[in-house]
């Protein structure tokens, strides 16, 4: 199964791969960083569904997110994720010589964690997270405004918990540390688009077209 998944990842990225598109999730594999999507700017596909409200708010599958901008470039994010039953999250952002560090605090399913996102060429960066386990993976910059995201890791949660949540449960609520480690993966195609641009040509059916025009 997993060499399949694989296998999957690596066909779409080849077919798809051509330049680098201006498509950028504000999520990493599994932790949030303190971008939010532009105003009108949607993001959908696998594990995406997220659309930006205004100039610092974001909502949708991941959650709620609002961002703060600071004079040196830095971020500061309030938010909470829908993927771990909505509970609240805080994540600065900034950039390193040695690539975009986001650390964070949330109180569940993890108390502290961080992520790296280091770019190695135009169309690929590197992922990195440490939570209450690691995460490492690649992200490709497709075809224009295609991301493609690829990663495995291990947590002392399993990571089905924070899709489906037993609210009945109360062990979901205590913060007794698990003992056992489950590996998990992570596959995600974003594609993203401004909901309000208009076609670039608006010609209709019938309508005759003069080469020296220009095109509307």
Known sequence: M???????ALIISCALSL???????????????????????????IMHLDLGISGNIEAGLHGLKYSISNPDGSK????????????????????YDFGRL??????????????????????????AE????????????LAKDWVLDFGAGFSAYSYKNLFFVDYANTDYYS?????????????????????????LSSVKPGDKLNPADPVK
Not at 103 to 113: H, K
Not at 175 to 199: G, Q, T
């Open 2 to 8: 997993i060499k399949k998944i694989v296998f999957t």
């Open 19 to 45: 330049s680098a598109g201006k498509a950028a999730p504000t999520w990493l594999l599994t932790v949030p960083t303190a971008e939010v999507l532009p105003k009108d700017q949607l993001n959908i596909g």
């Open 76 to 95: 500061l994010a309030f938010g909470a994720s829908l993927f771990s039953g909505l509970y609240p999250y805080a994540v600065y952002t900034n950039n």
């Open 102 to 127: 986001s650390l964070g605090l949330t109180i569940f399913p993890y108390f502290i964690f961080a992520g790296l996102e280091k770019q190695l060429t135009p169309e690929i960066s590197l992922l």
């Open 130 to 141: 440490l939570h209450n386990g690691a995460a490492v993976g690649v992200r490709n910059k």
């Open 175 to 199: 913060f007794k540390f698990p003992a056992n480690f489950s590996v998990f993966m992570v596959l995600a195609l974003c594609y993203s688009f401004n909901i309000r641009e208009e076609p």
